[in-house]
């Protein structure tokens, strides 16, 4: 229902610029024709469609804006106004810039570079920005979708404007936000009294503490690994969440990456041998005159988010294997550092890998099906990484397995030095007792 009306509506806006774009286009007739009659239709037909576009245009509940090269508004319908606070007859003539001011959530005026309109004079290709501020007529700050597009109209790429269309969005993110702190609050308050039952569950399956049979003890191996799963739930409820929000904690500093990548296989060595599974570290190693270097991967991040990132990798990797090997790789050019986790598992289709990284996806087959998972896990590894502007992506062959890649922007050894040496300089920030993730 929602789709056709979005279709429907989609298809009145471009019926709407259409029209707009020809009436825009049309050259101003010839005075000097000879021919009278000919000169009176055309202005009449020409009447005819400004009065169409009008009354679409006034007629669409999207703001629908059209400047010219010159960037002065030329088009602005009556939504716009209702959006922005202008009335269409003070806004055309005008430059976008002082009509439309875009900011960001704090308030702070877009630059030239995140302007959708000025973006779209400097790509020459359509611009969406779903995240983005307008500051009314009366310094109301909105919450606004845009959508620009370029009009070349000479046939030779030229830029002859910019038709945009947007929309007061401010409902939708409110009720976004409030979904997002209502799970939140709800996985933070879970989490607590799931980590006592699974404390206590613990005491009672410990031998030391308590005696039970084996038909109780049985049960109760079963009630505690499904707490634990309840708690990894909750858990990553409350990352996503926190992630989605900009609330993640992060601590960045300069990580040494072979360090911390062999020690994080030293620690999850033992879960993928414990599956019959041969675990390897393939460090990516310079040879100088006869003896091999390891060379010093620098980054700048937090060590316990890359932490989560690889383990991540790496349980799934050895859930989603029954035999063969696993390689956690490092690796690196003078611009990235390179992580990779490879797997001899099940692979993953060709047409989910665009979604894999994507909130709550899960590959549906007999596998996922029978293993337990919330399909959160990669997101939230999607999101760390682009805390630190990196990358991670898949490749994968069904029946051959999958390797997921990080890459991170390297950092060269001075300028590690440097930061250090920053960071010895500087006291400690104190304790953030609100990050608990
Ligand atoms: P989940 O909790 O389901 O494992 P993730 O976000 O970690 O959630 O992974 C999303 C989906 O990607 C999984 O459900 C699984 O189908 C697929 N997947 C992830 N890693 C692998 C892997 N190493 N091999 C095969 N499939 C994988």
Known sequence: MTQTIIIASTIFVLTAIVVMVVTFTKKPYDKTAKHGGKVAALASNLKIEQLKTDIILSAI?????????????YLFNEAAGNICGWSTNDAIGLNHHSVLEFVDEKGVAYDSGQNPFDKVFVSGTPVHDNSAYLKTHAGKIISVYVSASPLTLDGQGKISG????????????QAEKQRAEFISTASHEMRTPVAAIEGYLALALNEKVATIDQKARDYLVKAHESTQSLGKLFQDLLTAAKSE??????????????????????????????????????????????????????VFADPERLREVITNLFDNAVKYTDKGSITIGLTGDDKFVQIRVTDTGQGIPKEDLPHLFQKFYRVDNSATRTIG????????????????????????????????????????????????????????PPPNPVETV
């Open 61 to 73: 509940n999207d703001g629908v804006i059209l400047v010219d090269a010159n960037g002065t508004i």
């Open 162 to 173: 910019v038709i945009a269309i947007f929309r007061d969005v401010s409902e939708e993110r």
């Open 245 to 298: 929000d900009g609330r993640l904690s992060n601590h960045p500093t300069v990580v040494e990456c072979n360090k911390l990548v062999s020690d994080i296989v030293s620690g999850v060595r033992f879960a993928a041998e414990k599956k019959g599974l041969i675990m390897n570290f393939d460090l990516g190693a310079g040879a100088m005159g006869d003896k091999v270097v390891s060379p010093l991967y620098y």
């Open 373 to 428: 998972g919330t399909g959160l896990g990669l997101f939230i590894c999607r999101k760390i990484v682009e805390l630190y502007s990196g990358r991670v992506w898949v490749e994968s062959e069904v029946g051959k397995g999958s390797t997921f890649y990080i890459n991170i922007a390297r950092l060269t050894q001075a300028k590690a030095n440097q930061l250090l040496e920053a960071e010895k300089n500087t006291a400690p």
